[in-house]
């Protein structure tokens, strides 16, 4: 090795010290962990954008075979593994016929995982033969996962803001996002509206601006 990197010389250094690691096992760090709980509305809201990147999900696999969603899909029988409460007991996505198939995907990964990523890079090498929908809708899978991150990060004005931002442009659009017309897409502009304001029984505009924690 060292002929090869033409060194006369290589200094190899611990990554620690021996007495480190004692003193770290004799006398362990405390590590106090604090969660920071969301607000129902949010916790909501976080909800019915899982539904939302199921359904656009459910769509590209129609739309587009060659894409592997093995790593969204539940084994077995998934429908035992839901709950009562989730997406298929509500609303027009829940009335769909999703027996084989089911995208699995949780909140943990529609949250960490950028799924929108993963997914496009397997369609790099066929992007200039896919129709102008099928890249809609990888499109609306960044825009959803960006939906969770600035759910978290933006305050209740500039979230709405900025969903009011994206229906602007689906209107123009020549392909609109069908995840905005869908049951959990309303429900999230829906949301994001409450936590801003509410109409009183006078029909007056009440201010809410809910705290994002």
Not at 24 to 39: R, W
Not at 198 to 212: A, C, H, I, Y
Request: aromatic share 8%.
């Amino acid at each position: 090795i060292l002929k090869a990197l033409q060194v006369p010389n290589i200094y190899l250094y611990p990554r620690f010290h021996a007495a480190v690691a004692e003193e770290l096992e004799a006398n362990p760090p405390l590590v106090e962990e604090l969660h920071q709980a969301l607000t129902p509305k949010m916790k909501e809201c976080q909800d019915h954008l899982k539904m939302a990147v199921r359904a656009v999900m459910r769509e590209l696999k129609a739309k587009s075979p060659m894409v592997d969603f093995s790593v969204f899909l539940g084994g077995g029988d998934v429908r035992k593994k839901r709950k009562k409460n989730d997406y298929t007991s509500v609303g027009q996505i829940g009335k769909t016929d999703d027996s084989k198939n089911d995208f699995a995907i949780t909140l943990e990964q529609c949250i960490t995982t950028n799924f929108d990523r993963v997914i496009s890079r397997q369609l790099e090498g066929d992007w200039h033969r896919l129709s102008f929908k099928v890249k809609q809708l990888v499109k609306d899978l960044g825009k959803l996962r960006q939906l969770f991150h600035n759910l978290i990060h933006y305050d209740s004005i500039d979230f709405l803001n900025f969903l009011q931002g994206i229906k602007a442009m689906n209107a123009s659009s020549m392909e609109p996002s069908l995840w905005i017309g869908e049951y959990s897409g309303e429900n999230v502009f829906r949301i994001a509206k409450e936590r801003v304001y509410r109409v009183s029984q006078k029909g007056k505009l009440v201010t809410v601006l809910e705290e994002n924690m």
